[in-house]
């Protein structure tokens, strides 16, 4: 069982938005600006795609963008393209210097 | 080209111990701390430890299911992090990645990431 929730998928058609939901406690998502959201296709190392709850890496488009909102993260992912299936995960700093993960979204493209 | 490769995956019995290295290239690996990571099969991904740059100390943080197993360390001399596995489990069974960390003090954000190298505990 994952420290933060996420669904455990999502969909949506090419051109469109989708959002991401990423709930954890006061300890963690709550409790610190320090939320991150990776892309990984399979068999491929993790991306990442968002850090500081909605900063962007260099390279990253803007298609993609992060919040949050008491002890919930959000990913949308905006005009959705092939190549954004995927699965997604969250990830925050928590207390006493640890990293927690949600079990990931699968967001199918259809 | 920045780039992180690990090596040293492989079979081993439970209770055995392995090594992992990972060895950066492209950037000053010093100025860095790094992490591991792992994926069991089918699963999501799990942060095993952390080990900040010699500017902060080089010490080290670790998920509650490793610690006391697990250690991780840096050879900067060599752009090499490694990581220590010992008291193996069947359960450690996974993909272990290493990253780099975009910050230096506590793990948050990583960068850059590994292919990947396997590692299977069974008898």
């Known amino acids: 069982q994952s420290a933060l929730t996420q669904p455990p998928s999502a969909s949506g058609s090419p051109g469109q938005s989708v959002t991401f939901s990423c709930t954890g406690t006061?300890?963690?998502?709550?409790?610190?600006?320090?939320v991150s959201w990776y892309q990984q296709h399979p068999g491929k190392a993790p991306k990442l795609m968002i850090y500081?709850?909605?900063k962007r890496p260099s390279g990253v488009p803007d298609r993609f963008s992060g919040s949050k909102s008491g002890n919930t993260a959000s990913l949308t992912v905006s005009g959705l393209q092939a190549e954004d299936e995927a699965d997604y995960y969250c990830t925050s700093y928590a207390v006493n210097n640890n990293l927690v993960f949600g079990g990931g979204t699968k967001l199918t493209v259809l | 080209e920045v780039q992180l490769v690990e090596s040293g995956g492989g079979l081993v019995k439970p209770g055995r111990s392995l090594r992992l290295s990972c060895t950066a290239s492209?950037?000053?690996?010093?100025?860095?701390?790094m992490s591991w990571f792992r994926q069991a099969s089918g699963k999501g991904l799990e942060w095993v430890g952390f080990i900040r740059s010699k500017a902060y100390g080089g010490t080290t943080e670790y998920a509650a299911s490793v610690r006391g197993r697990f250690t991780i360390s840096r050879d900067d001399s060599k752009s090499i992090a490694y990581l220590q596995m010992n008291s193996l489990k069947t359960e450690d069974t996974a993909v272990y990645f290493c990253a780099r960390e975009r910050g230096n003090y506590f793990p948050d954000a990583f960068d850059i990431w590994g292919q990947g190298t396997m590692v299977t505990v069974s008898s």
């Open positions: 492209g950037f000053t690996f010093g100025d860095y701390a």
């Open positions: 500081e709850v909605n």
């Open positions: 006061s300890s963690d998502v709550g409790g610190y600006n320090y």
